[in-house]
């Protein structure tokens, strides 16, 4: 099985937690479990062809593409433009679901480690394709400092080489990271997010202090 292949067979398994803590009865319980029985053997072999489907990740060094998306403090729309504007490194983070243990163990860590991100001059910022709402709850469940940003349709998870579209169920954002600077230009980007998501926030800390000391 090939990377592609395990991306979306992990994040198969988060759509459906997803799907079977909302749906009320049995009958529905079991046709979600009986559908995501048949889209993981789809994915055995999705192999190669995913290749073509899921699209490239930018490469550290290029300009970050630009975005402006819903966020979920009810204040309009968040740029790349005006992230940047801060002056302060971008942690722009994509995750599958809010509520979900991943994510939530995720988001927990980011908050956790909020003062040494501070220190570091850098702000922290998800994006899933969940709506404006269920993010804003999310962040208020969880006691975020930080918020998340809306992007229903993937379209900028494509554009960032983190969309992944799963037959059924749609398009949602792969588990990755990336570090962007004041000027707008990716650092660095985390792929391999999905397999150690407790360190996630640690080596991103370290890398952002990797890359503030080099441009001291």
């Not at 090939?2 to 979306?8: A, D, E, L, P």
């Not at 190669?48 to 402006?68: C, H, L």
């Not at 995750?95 to 927990?108: Q, V």
């Not at 918020?147 to 169920?169: C, E, H, R, T, W």
């Amino acid at each position: 099985m090939n990377q592609y292949s395990r991306r979306f067979l992990l994040l198969l398994a988060v759509v459906l937690t997803s799907a079977l803590a909302l749906s009320p009865s049995e009958s529905s319980r079991r046709a979600f479990v009986r559908d995501g029985l048949a889209l993981g053997g789809a994915a055995l072999a999705f192999g190669s062809s995913a290749n073509s489907a899921v699209a490239a990740v930018p490469n550290a060094g290029a300009k970050a593409p630009a975005f402006e998306l819903p966020n979920s403090r009810g204040e309009g729309t968040t740029s790349l433009q005006s992230l940047t504007k801060t002056g302060k490194y971008t942690v722009l983070y994509f995750y599958p679901g809010a509520f979900t243990s991943g994510c939530t163990l995720e988001a927990r860590a980011f908050q956790r480690d909020m003062d040494s991100y501070r220190k570091l001059n850098a702000q922290i910022v998800g994006v899933s394709v969940d709506p404006v709402e269920k993010n804003a709850q999310f962040c208020s469940a969880e006691g975020l400092d930080f918020y998340m940003l809306s992007d229903q349709g993937g379209m900028v998870s494509k554009l960032y080489g983190s969309a992944l579209s799963i037959p059924g169920f749609g398009t949602f954002s792969n588990r990755q990271t990336y570090i962007i600077d004041p000027k707008g230009n990716l650092r660095w980007v985390f792929t391999d997010v999905e397999s150690h998501i407790a360190r996630h926030s640690q080596e991103v800390l370290d890398k952002l202090a990797e890359l503030t000391t080099a441009t001291v």
